[in-house]
């Protein structure tokens, strides 16, 4: 037997008519369908930028990847959404940065608290990767995975020996026994200031860990370590350590969490409620609009917080991505510089966020980006420092005068000395029979060639450099942070920190993440913390940016205004100033406005 259902010519089916009556629902709830479970892929940590403007991505029509700012206010927001009913990702990072990690994590505990959600993997490759599921309220993994909570582990090379072989000889100078960028280089193991501030590093790192572990799993964090000792954990230890909920593969993971939420427990059924990635969900949630209407002269937007990123090494000059050899875009001092005082000029910034992830580098860069922070102080508007993976050396100078600093637990910090100096090669191009020689017109014109060694007089020049720059930054640590220079002069000498112990020492003021920093600033803007503000990043790197070229180094929500009044007056001032905001409300729709 059979059942014979007519339908007439033309009309959808049962099926068709599901999926078109999803499709509605979908564009109803403005194209997040109702009651859906977010889908995140995490086999690596949303980068903290997207890069700067790839015109070959533009248009081969790719899009940028999610930053990690998009993904964790995503996540928060969806916490709050009555469409979102779950969430499940696949989470098997090879190897990642605690901040980050713990940014990421911070809003998942948040969402976990108050909906299902799921972490599935073929095998958690590592620490870092099982810290970040055990956020999740279900752990699961395949058969013949593992959970690679091993710990943490430190192994630098060195290559002293090796260059002696070679025949390159290093010439560096280091202020602060624990700057260790050269010893790479000068070394061939740990010196024991060296091996105390990396052995310090991990067990606050390997502490945060477990606690937060054994807070989300409900197991004793002593027993945790110890079962630490024994990873990488076969499947019946992790079981049986309740490290791991579930045993399956990833259609039961997704059956389950359909089960969570009061759905048909199928993977990709028919019936299985709609699935919508977190790409899709942060860029239908983020807020993007089209400029409102100007305002009346005398009535204010609605206030505005700045996001300022560098990410990356410290130049001087522009920055940007490394031509050749490919390499990390670079931060550069003149960009970073230049973005904090377009933030300055504009009236409705009630406050600069300065999101620091960089290991430091040109001192003449970082210090130029350190007077723009000191201006923006003086002139009244309230500046954080957020610091994201990394923040040492260059990085941890840009924040110090801020008027709080914020850094995840697991930030990388503080690096508070000076490196400088050359690799000699003279000896390695002897031996391969290159021949050099050199023609100057004065002493010092080739002193830093790796030709030749420096001098006994060029030497003295560069260690006077060094102890200079030391000082100043010893100094202004004091000055920005309130700290007396003996109180820094302890906790400096080019010691790395995690953020953790960087509040302990008084380098930092709170632990958190960007959103933790904003709150901060709304806060130092004399706004409630909760209050609904305008987050606006900088520098662009749009392709309106790149197409149209600045008419001088002037602000360009000054310049306008400025020009204008000088022939007028100052009573149009105003309301030109009110105009020309909202053309710059225009390009910010290419900058990637967000709100939290």
């Known amino acids: 037997m059979f059942a014979f259902r007519p339908s007439l010519p033309g009309l959808p089916g049962p099926d068709e008519l599901r999926v078109l009556v999803r499709k509605v629902d979908t564009a109803r709830h403005h194209g997040v369908p109702n009651g859906c479970v977010l889908e995140l892929d995490l086999q690596a940590v949303p980068p903290e930028t997207a890069g700067g403007f790839d015109p070959v991505a533009f248009v081969m029509g790719n899009s940028r990847p999610m930053v990690l700012r998009d993904a964790v206010a995503a996540i928060h927001r969806a916490a709050d959404d009555k469409r979102v009913a779950g969430l499940i990702a696949r989470v098997q990072l090879a190897a990642a940065a ?157 059956a389950r969490v359909s089960e969570l939420i009061g759905g048909t427990p199928e993977a990709d059924g028919k019936d299985a409620p709609p699935r919508l990635f977190l790409t899709r969900y942060a860029k239908a949630t983020a807020g993007h609009t089209l400029p409102e209407v100007p305002p009346l002269p005398g009535v204010k937007h609605k206030p505005t917080i700045a996001v300022v990123t560098m990410a990356g090494p410290i130049v001087s000059g522009r920055g940007g991505p490394s031509a050749f050899p490919p390499g990390p875009s670079s931060v550069g001092g003149d960009t970073i510089a230049a973005a904090l005082r377009e933030a300055a000029a504009d009236d409705d910034v009630a406050a600069v966020v ?83 020689d050199s023609v100057r017109t004065n002493e010092n014109a080739d002193a830093w060639s790796a030709n030749q060694p420096f001098t006994e007089a060029q030497h003295a020049h560069v260690v006077a450099e060094a102890d200079l720059f030391y000082t100043d930054f010893v100094e ?39 959103r933790t920093a904003i709150r901060r600033a709304k806060v130092l803007a004399g706004l409630d913390p909760d209050a609904t503000a305008k987050v606006v990043n900088y520098p662009g790197s749009s392709l309106l940016d790149h197409v149209r070229p600045k008419a001088s180094s002037q602000p360009a929500a000054a310049s306008l205004p400025e020009a204008v009044a000088a022939v007028l007056g100052r009573s149009l001032v105003g309301a030109l100033g009110q105009a020309e905001r909202s053309l710059t409300g225009v390009s910010a729709l290419w900058l990637g406005d967000y709100r939290f």
């Open 98 to 254: 605690a901040g980050p990690v713990q940014e990421l994590r911070d809003a998942i505990v948040a969402f976990s608290a108050v909906k299902p959600s799921i972490a599935w993997a073929e095998t958690y490759p590592g620490t870092m990767s099982y810290y970040l599921a055990s956020a999740f309220r279900e752990v699961w993994m395949q058969p013949s995975g593992t959970v690679g909570l091993v710990g943490f582990a430190t192994s630098p090379m060195f290559l002293r020996d090796a260059f002696d072989k070679a025949g390159i000889e290093a010439q560096f100078v280091a202020r602060g026994e624990y700057k260790s960028a050269a010893n790479m280089f000068t070394q061939d193991r740990y010196t024991e200031p060296h091996r105390e501030a990396d052995g310090r590093l991990i067990e606050s790192l390997h502490a945060q860990v477990l606690a937060a572990i054994a807070e989300s799993r409900d197991v004793d964090a002593d027993e945790l370590d110890t079962l630490v000792d024994r990873a990488p954990l076969l499947r019946d230890d992790a079981l049986a350590a309740k490290l791991v909920d579930r045993i399956g593969f990833r259609d039961e993971a997704y």
């Open 354 to 436: 300065l999101r620091v992830d960089s290991p430091g580098g040109a001192v003449t860069g970082s210090e130029t980006i350190w007077r723009e922070v000191v201006r923006l102080r003086e002139a009244g508007t309230p500046v954080v420092a957020s610091m994201g993976a990394v923040a040492a050396s260059g990085g941890y100078y840009v924040s110090m005068a801020a008027d709080h600093i914020v850094a995840n637990a697991g930030t990388i910090t503080g690096s508070i000395g000076v490196v400088t100096g050359k690799l000699v090669t003279k000896g390695l191009k002897e031996r391969l029979g290159v021949g050099s």
């Open 476 to 514: 202004r640590v004091a000055e920005g942070r309130n700290l007396s220079v003996e109180a820094v002069e302890q906790v400096a000498r080019g010691r790395i920190w995690t953020g953790a112990d960087a509040l302990e020492h008084g380098l930092v003021d709170e632990l958190g993440g960007l």
